[in-house]
């Protein structure tokens, strides 16, 4: 597939004339990271911006006494690093990759000029960034107000899908990174999720966590309930 067709397949560029997406494509540099290398870090200049086109990146922070809070584990098509380019200033969270991935990254000069010129192509990143802060804004009023088994509950309900179509989750995510999005440690992590088994609102293997009991699991993300 060219630079043009993989570009216009990306959902942050969908609705963009095939134009638009040849001039981003000029722009665009493949890259490619292994397992645990890093993007960029809290802090450093923001020289552009990543659109991974295979493989999974962690967003997160890291406390002064290195404890690690995962903000966002994102997969194919999604981008990461546009808020600061957007801003000019600095990263203000660091990137990893959990496994071998593909990127495209454009340079922040070069995109700036581009966007200058064409000032529509910002219209979907726009969006995107707007749904990004309703979600971290969500996660910061999980982190602040609400219990580890309200937490977990709503993340495995968001992971099965909010419309009830899909029951299972596959763990495409470690126990540790798990813990790390919703701001505990592995070992609470394992003890509320065997608590939830033991109630039977769900079914745990080494892979996967099937939901048994989506009212029960959406009370409990509700505050309606409490584990015993």
Do not use: W
């Amino acid at each position: 597939m060219d630079m043009t067709s993989i570009i216009a397949s990306i959902p942050l560029f969908k609705g963009l004339s095939n134009g638009q997406c040849a001039s981003l494509g000029a722009i665009a540099v493949r890259r490619y990271f292994s397992r645990g290398d890093i993007f960029f870090q809290e802090g450093d200049d923001a020289f552009g911006f990543y659109v991974i086109l295979s493989g999974k990146v962690k967003i997160y922070k890291l406390s002064p006494d290195g404890k690690e809070q995962i903000f966002h584990i994102l997969d194919a098509h999604e981008p990461f690093g546009e808020a600061a380019v957007f801003a000019g200033l600095h990263y203000p969270a660091s990137a990893q990759a959990l496994c071998e991935t593909s990127v495209l990254f454009f340079p922040t000069q070069r995109f700036v000029d581009l966007i200058t010129r064409e000032p529509s192509l910002a219209l979907s990143m726009l969006a995107l960034l707007s749904m990004r802060l309703r979600k971290l804004t969500t996660l910061v009023e999980n982190l602040s107000l609400k219990e580890i088994p309200v937490r977990l509950a709503a993340y495995l309900l968001f992971q099965c899908n909010g419309d009830g179509s899909l029951s299972t989750s596959s763990l495409e995510v470690s126990k540790n990174q798990m813990a790390g999005l919703l701001g505990t440690i592995p070992e609470t992590l394992s003890r509320v999720l065997k608590r939830m088994a033991d109630e039977k609102l769900i079914k745990t293997s080494p892979r996967t966590i099937t939901i048994l009991d989506r009212k029960g699991l959406a009370d409990l993300a509700e505050g309606n309930r409490k584990l015993t």
